[in-house]
């Protein structure tokens, strides 16, 4: 079983997603979840790394043998498709864990076909409209011996989220006449914003399937830069002062009480890129002030909401300049900005 194969990796290693900085609880709640071979679903806004977490899952899996060719990710002892149940594929190969992350994006149009697979008309008419032969399987079978990953699970349709549920309670699937047993094995991971209003309501019986793990935005001012510096391309030097503006800036906006939708992390990597690309397009190699205020509205006016009773007064954008004005300009920021530039103490 995969919970198996990372019990001995959670047990030894205190924190093995090192793909992610900070998200203790997370990371402590997905760890306790794996390994009772509960599934999960990850809840947050979107940009604070519920991806890349559900990734980490999958590199910390070992290299197995698989059955060279077989879509379903057979393993030489278990095989599970009916080609390699009858030995016509012989040849193995090693396969690492990451190349077992299968994903699925919700989406509204996505269909139960695209899930559980459906029958080819072609093989149909040669092996029997209703033999194994004939069913090309979908992403829940390529994900045998690996992780299924389902991002943003609650935009899928209502009828997919049936066919899911008898899948995670019977682990049988139906299409049309057709009955498909699952022998497969695999670690159900999706992700959900619950902040997303284009969704479609998830049912309790389907939730009941499902422990839930909250993430949500950087702990602390120092971990965000850290996430800043290690994802964050570099063509221009940022000061330790100038990457700490950014970065406040965008904590401040999280805080206030008159915005609806919050920036992410990605607000504060946009603000670090893009002033780089501002100071090397006008032949400098150090950012300065200037380069994130020009920045600001580009950057940040998609990613925020105002509340209703604030966006029919002000527009967004002269929301965030007035905010950047009151709260960096005018302030301790400048003198101590000057400084910084001054000492030429750059990252």
């Given at each position: ?14 924190d093995?997603?090192?793909?992610i ?22 809840v ?43 030995n ?47 069913f ?24 997919l ?85 950014m ?101």
């Amino acid at each position: 079983m995969l919970n198996d194969q990372l019990k001995e990796i959670f047990l030894k290693n205190k924190d093995p997603f090192i793909d992610i900085l900070g998200q203790e609880a997370a990371k402590q709640g997905i760890k306790s979840a794996l390994l009772m071979n509960r599934h999960i679903i990850i809840v947050g806004a979107p940009g604070i790394g519920k991806t890349t977490l559900a990734k980490n899952i999958a590199k910390l899996l070992p290299d197995i043998d698989v059955i060279l060719g077989c879509s379903y990710h057979c393993t030489p002892k278990a095989p599970i498709c009916p080609s390699c149940k009858e030995n016509r594929n012989k040849k193995s190969i090693k396969l690492e864990g990451i190349k077992r992350f299968v994903r699925i994006q919700g989406s509204p149009d996505l269909t139960v076909e695209d899930l559980l697979g459906d029958i080819d008309p072609i093989k149909a008419l040669k092996f029997g409209p209703l033999s194994l032969e004939a069913f090309t399987p979908g992403k829940i079978f390529k994900a045998n011996n690996g992780i299924l990953f389902f991002d943003e699970l609650n935009r899928c349709p209502e009828k997919l989220q049936n066919a899911l549920l008898q899948v995670l309670e019977e682990r049988k699937a139906t299409i049309g006449s057709y009955d498909v047993d699952f022998d497969i094995s695999f670690i159900f991971v999706a992700t959900m914003n619950p902040e997303d209003t284009s969704t479609e309501k998830l049912s309790d019986v389907l939730l009941d399937r499902f422990d839930i793990i909250y993430m949500d935005y950087p702990e602390d001012i120092e971990t965000e830069e850290k996430i800043v510096l290690m994802k964050g391309k570099k063509i221009a030097n940022v000061s330790e002062e100038l990457l700490t503006l950014m970065s406040y800036f965008v904590r401040l906006l999280r805080e206030d009480e008159k915005l609806e939708k919050k920036p992410s992390v990605r607000a504060s990597l946009g603000l670090y890129e893009r002033s780089q690309s501002n100071a090397l397009l006008k032949g400098r190699k150090n950012v300065q002030f200037e380069d994130i205020k020009e920045v600001l509205v580009s950057v940040l006016s998609h990613r925020i909401r105002l509340k209703p009773s604030v966006r029919y007064l002000e527009s967004v954008e002269n929301y965030i300049i007035e905010k950047f004005h009151k709260n960096i300009e005018g302030t301790k920021w400048q003198n101590q900005i000057g400084q910084e530039q001054e000492s030429g103490d750059l990252r």
